[in-house]
């Protein structure tokens, strides 16, 4: 073992409501959202003022329209926004000349406080980049009111960091282009949003990506070989040790229950190196977790205890939940939760501190005593809430009576707890495994399930009454009528406490899938539709007999802090976002059966302003990692996906399937790194055999900064040509982008005909053209600063039906 002792309430701005000390996250929709395509031809769009020409047009043609701004100006203007606020839009301009003002932007006191002007075939303001007419690039702004500040980015490139704003602005709201007497500019995607703040007070937060390369990063004490590295890639570093090395952050001190999170690697899996060890003040350890001999071990002090095999090279994902007063840990990896045993009830129990005299955190290490170890996303930060919030009632005390021994069914006495909570107080499960049918949530109110109890899902079909959502007012999701959690219409309601909700899903007749109807008759494990401001965090979700995490139809989500293990067979997804709006999902790891995080539409209010970031994609057993339909009957707009790692998948890491009539714009993926997949990603516009919809139209797709390894086809994006008709993809940036392809097999050219739009379409013919990329149907495509290798030599030059193609740089 290494040596570790080195010495001595409403939100103004979202209006939503939260339990006491919990800090609001919910992601916003955004302020200004616009594609143009159901705006006329000729007019003005609407919510838009100009002077001079400006009018939408059939550009780059009827489907996919654009705004055309001639001689003239257009501007947008939206509610304010503060904090950090991010602007995009895509450009053309149409001569060399200029002056064009192509994202301009000010806030409520009219001044602006960025200008990008493209100026004799420049961008000015960033860098001098070169600007060709004819072609579109992506722009995105990333402003810090607060901080007087801006990132600007031209098709995925940092072309300016950290510069001051033209004027100190107090918040954004409004949005112009505009073009000289002899000029004509076009825009489309025009977004604008705020970016949720973190759902906590992070302690740590180190990414490495503003840290200079070689340096040794801000916060950190360096003994030996440790510095900053471009791995994965330039755009996503981390910190790297090689030999004999140790770094250690130090941090404020923490007590109560405090997380800890980091995504670790090793080329080589011999010797000893500490992962992460957790200190106090005084240099006492309190948990430590080693990679030793080939396997992650965690050290107790007395003994050590294998968790898992590691493979060299790749990534895994380390949680720690380190309960300070209590001098107890919680182990995960990927998602999979490593306990020290369970008690007789079956509570998983948690591992003892290595040093009992810990008495509070105040210091992170690495360290290696030879070879290497490299680091990434490492934070820190205590539990928003460390009790049940508002008033408090014990289902084991009177008049509930739940019995908590696993075996006595306890529905009634807990559903009698919830029907009996004030609103803003908390339902209590505490020190034991309370077995439980489904349970009605209702609004303003906290189920808190504490961190030795289990509420654990019978297996008895009775103990799941149907529900009809629909007759409730929500429209039907994949076929769902009965859930263990159930909520419907229920506002501001949270499930919290650091427990285990166990869907106890492996009764062998719930092993069927979809095509089998089972799903009707499967429970699925948390199901809370129609509502407001609904909130999953901190919780360990196990064994779904179905789907195990959906929100539907609501408007504002946030997910946070916990992790799913749900490979079980047949259809277990891991957590499904259906037709909802404002969603922050953080922090979140998922080990899952199916698809493991899934965007669904099953109606036309669609999915409007989502966040993924900072979680893992541990495995799919069958299926993809991060998902968009197959259900694609409304829209999915304004969906960000980034630093997320994705392994072990079946499928593809990113899929998106428009095949039901859906909309799908403005969708990024950024910062995503692959281990062990089909495909890096999978794009489809189509018409399936079942939907009786025409397909719509799929424009501005970013993959920015993948990077992919293990991965055995080339990514995929194809629309349809069918009984005369071509239906495109558009405006997809591919940048920064780099795989490894190890398998020889190629992509199918044959047309898609409706079948399953599973993301191995298109693959086991040899002699396909494809190598890195499988591009069919495509206007508007930009690879640049991007790489292929492996069994593959890499190719250039756009295949046949892709329009408008800019290769730019190291493009396969």
Sequence with gaps: MLLLVTGCAADPVLGIWTPAGATPALAASPSLSEDFNDDPVGRLPRGWTAAGSAEVAAVPDTVDRSLTVSAGTATARFAPLAGTVQVEARVRVEQPGGPFDVLDMGGSDRHAALSVTVRDGRFEGAGRLP??????????????????????????????????????????????????????????????????????????????????????????????????????????????????????????????????????????????????????????????????????????????????????????????????PARQVEVTVDGRRFASGTSAAGVPQRWAFHDADVADLSRLLFATAGGDLTVDNVMAYTSPLDRPPGTVLDVRQPPYHAVGDGRTDDTDAIQRAIDAVPPGGSVLLADGVYLTGTLLLKSDMTLWVDRDAVLLGTTDDAGYPEVDTAEAGSRPVGGIRKALLLSVHADNVAIDGGGTIDGNGGKPQWAGDSTTGSTAVRPTLLFLCGGHNVSVRDVHVRNAASWAVVPANLDGVLIADIDIDSNLYANRDGIDVVDSHSVLVERVDVWSDDDSICFKSYSPRGVDGAVVRLSTVGRSERANGVKFGTESAGAFRDVVVEDVLVKHVDKAAVTVTAVDGAVVTNLAFRRVTVDHALRAFFVLLGRRAQSSREPRVVSGLDFESLTGTGLSEPAALSGQSADGATYRLYAILVSDVHQTITAAAGGDASEYTGAYPESNLFTGVADSPARGYFLRHVDAVTIRASTTAGARSTTAGPPPDVQDANLDESAP
């Design 131 to 324: 600007a060709a007419a004819h072609r579109w690039y992506a722009l995105r702004a990333v402003l810090r009111t607060g901080a007087h500040r801006y990132d600007l980015y031209v098709d995925g490139r940092r072309v300016v960091t950290d510069a001051p704003l033209r004027r100190t602005v107090a918040d954004v709201r409004w949005f112009t282009v505009g073009a000289p007497k002899d000029g004509t500019l076009r825009v489309d995607a025009v977004s604008a949003r705020r970016v949720p703040d973190p759902s906590v007070d992070y302690a740590v937060f180190d990414q490495f990506n503003d840290a200079a390369v070689g340096a040794a990063p801000a916060g950190y004490r360096i003994d030996g070989d440790a510095s900053v590295a471009a791995v994965p890639s330039d755009a996503d570093r981390s910190l790297r040790l090689v030999g004999t090395a140790t770094a250690t952050r130090t941090f404020a001190r923490q007590t109560g229950v405090v997380q800890v999170r980091a995504t670790v690697r090793t080329d080589e899996v011999s010797g000893t190196k500490l992962a992460v060890g957790v200190q106090s003040s005084r240099g006492r350890t309190a948990a430590a977790v080693e990679v030793s001999d080939g396997a992650l071990v965690y050290h107790t002090g007395t003994a050590a205890h294998r968790l898992t095999d590691v493979n060299p090279g790749e990534w895994y994902t380390l949680r720690l939940v380190l309960d300070v």
